[in-house]
């Protein structure tokens, strides 16, 4: 490997937890430089997805240094979003930072900053769907503007039911994100379809009228909590965001009535294979 190539590679390795691989990607450096040409690197991603997110500029980012470095990138750029800023980035709880070591999640916020240095994003912050003691040592560092947090009356994550102490620790991160004024955003509201579009399959025969209500009792749940300042809902029709809408727009006070509904629905969930299935964590 030529010293060309070696500095090519010391800075693409810059932000990156890993490269799949490194050697091949070597090998291909050196390939094009003999042949006097560059490589064509492509990132498929369609800017009108409702599966985009703040989290794909990490590899927008990575795109630009290749093109730094003379290759020819093919990207949705943020041109193609529309905007030459973004108010927040997030680094992804999972896949992300649940395969992270803290010090290589600190690395990466690293190099957000230099985003921010450069104007193109304004917040920095992290998701986490469990590893809570992650979660609560990244925001023990001070190193963050907000984080966005699984929040629900269902106690899960990804692909898991926390354990207890998790749901300690997750409390623990809203009690010191609070205390050092970071920005709070719940998610998992709907415990991940569990009280919403999937309810009506994991506890079949449940009351159909007491399943429409389900959504707006887990809404109202989280709402109680004051030091919650966003909640990031997925939605998959227009009827639920027109529904969501009208439950926000409406008193949002959690109720006597929502708490029983929630429990006896959750407690027939527990029970139920779908369920079951789910890790412990």
Not at 122 to 149: N, P, V, W
Not at 214 to 242: C, F, N, W
Not at 251 to 274: G, I, N
Request: hydrophobic share 40%; aromatic share 6%.
């Amino acid at each position: 490997m030529t010293e060309a190539i070696a500095q090519q590679i010391r800075s693409l390795r810059r932000g990156t937890v890993e490269i799949f691989t490194e050697a091949e990607l070597a090998q291909k450096l050196s390939a094009a430089a003999r042949a006097g040409r560059h490589l064509r690197i492509k990132l498929g991603l369609d800017p009108t997805s409702p599966d985009i997110h703040l989290g794909h500029t990490v590899v927008l980012r990575k795109m630009r240094q290749f093109q730094d470095l003379g290759h020819k990138a093919v990207e949705k750029s943020l041109k193609e979003l529309q905007t030459d800023y973004l108010d927040a980035i997030l680094i992804h709880g999972t896949p992300g930072i649940e395969q992270m070591s803290v010090s290589q999640a600190m690395k990466i916020r690293g190099e957000l900053v230099n985003l921010r240095k450069e104007r193109i994003v304004r917040f920095i912050g992290f998701s986490a769907h469990s590893y809570f003691d992650k979660a609560l040592a990244l925001i023990e560092s001070g190193g963050f503007d907000l984080c966005m947090l699984s929040y629900g009356y269902v106690p899960r994550g990804y692909n898991q039911i926390w354990t207890a102490r998790m749901t300690e620790l997750r409390n623990a991160c809203v009690a010191k994100a609070h205390e050092r004024q970071m920005g709070i955003v719940a998610m998992k509201v709907i415990g991940g379809g569990v009280l919403g579009a999937w309810s009506g399959y994991i506890v079949p025969g449940f009351d159909a009228k007491r399943l429409e209500q389900l959504p707006s009792a887990a809404i109202r749940y989280v709402l109680q909590d004051e030091r919650i300042h966003l909640l990031t809902i997925g939605m998959r029709l227009k009827q639920e965001v027109d529904a969501n809408i009208k439950i926000l727009a409406s008193d949002a006070t959690y109720t006597l009535d929502d708490r029983a509904l929630l429990t006896e629905f959750c407690a027939k969930a527990y029970d139920s294979d779908a369920i079951k299935k789910m890790k412990i964590d």
